[in-house]
């Protein structure tokens, strides 16, 4: 029997955790229960930027997942923010650190060839790696915007995302369109290269993004989502084939290391 492969997951940075209330790791146990579903063996990256012992970690399992959480330092993408915007970006409680230590797991991801799936602030953050920048605050920078901060409605669809036809994202779904969910209120701006954006909502928010084909053809799995498909796995097939997808490209993976 194959083994379950094992998928690395970075966590968000608490202020005050509940043992000793100091600064601690978090995550959902929500993604833990999509990787788990879908055959993979969750392990959590640890709080270090120390490149060599990420480098490791990279090495040793077979897919990497970068998480929800806290906004990114704009000074990684516009130096220059309008101080009205900038004082709506929540800064991370450790000084940056999970901005430096999430770069690093990108691109150690590229450069070992590991499949590789990005969700909310990992979409973001994705983006900004390959020298994109991203809307800061959506209510404020895009005109006509869609309401995408209902935290409230997590485990909802809440709009549409229209998806490219034969992207890898409509080829997992299996479809055209598909609902989300949305708790963020920044977004990529622009995709960089090599990324092409493959799902869109109304409002011309980017819901998902791609290797290009002559890019893609390097790695053995890039997914990159705003919306948080580990919320609606229980109850929506489309996303739970998210994880499905991701997890059997790090069983191909393990099968030929």
């Given at each position: 029997m194959a083994s379950r492969p094992?998928?690395?997951?970075?966590?968000?940075?608490?202020?005050?955790?509940?043992?000793?209330?100091?600064?601690s790791a978090s995550?959902?146990?929500?993604?833990?229960?999509?990787?788990?579903?879908?055959?993979?063996?969750?392990?959590?990256?640890p709080t270090t930027t120390d490149r060599a012992v990420l480098a490791e970690c990279v090495r040793r399992v077979e897919g990497v997942l970068l998480t929800g959480g806290d906004d990114i330092n704009s000074d990684l993408y516009d130096a220059k923010l309008p101080a009205k915007i900038k004082k709506?970006?929540?800064?991370?409680?450790?000084?940056?650190?999970?901005?430096?230590r999430?770069?690093?797991?990108?691109?150690?991801?590229?450069?070992?060839?590991?499949?590789?799936?990005?969700?909310c602030r990992g979409h973001q953050l994705l983006n900004i790696a390959f020298g994109g920048q991203l809307v800061a605050d959506i209510r404020q920078q895009v005109k006509g915007a869609l309401n995408h901060q209902q935290l409230d409605r997590a485990f909802e669809l809440v709009h549409e995302a229209a998806l490219t036809p034969g992207s890898l994202l409509a080829k997992i779904a299996g479809r055209q369109v598909l609902g989300v969910n949305s708790s963020h209120h920044q977004a990529v701006q622009q995709t960089?290269?090599?990324?092409?954006?493959?799902?869109?909502?109304?409002?011309?928010?980017?819901?998902?993004m791609e290797l290009r084909p002559e890019a893609a053809r390097k790695?053995?799995?890039?997914?990159?989502?705003?919306?948080?498909?580990e919320r609606l796995t229980p109850r929506h097939a489309a996303h739970r084939k998210i994880f499905d997808a991701f997890v059997a490209a790090g069983r191909r993976n393990n099968k030929k290391s």
């Open positions: 094992l998928i690395l997951v970075s966590p968000s940075i608490e202020k005050r955790g509940v043992e000793f209330h100091d600064l995550l959902s146990v929500r993604y833990d229960y999509a990787v788990l579903h879908s055959g993979g063996i969750p392990v959590t990256v709506t970006v929540e800064q991370t409680p450790d000084g940056g650190a999970r901005d430096l999430e770069l690093i797991l990108i691109e150690e991801a590229f450069r070992q060839r590991k499949p590789l799936l990005a969700i960089a290269e090599p990324f092409v954006a493959t799902a869109v909502s109304a409002d011309g928010i980017v819901e998902a790695m053995p799995f890039l997914l990159s989502v705003q919306f948080h498909p």
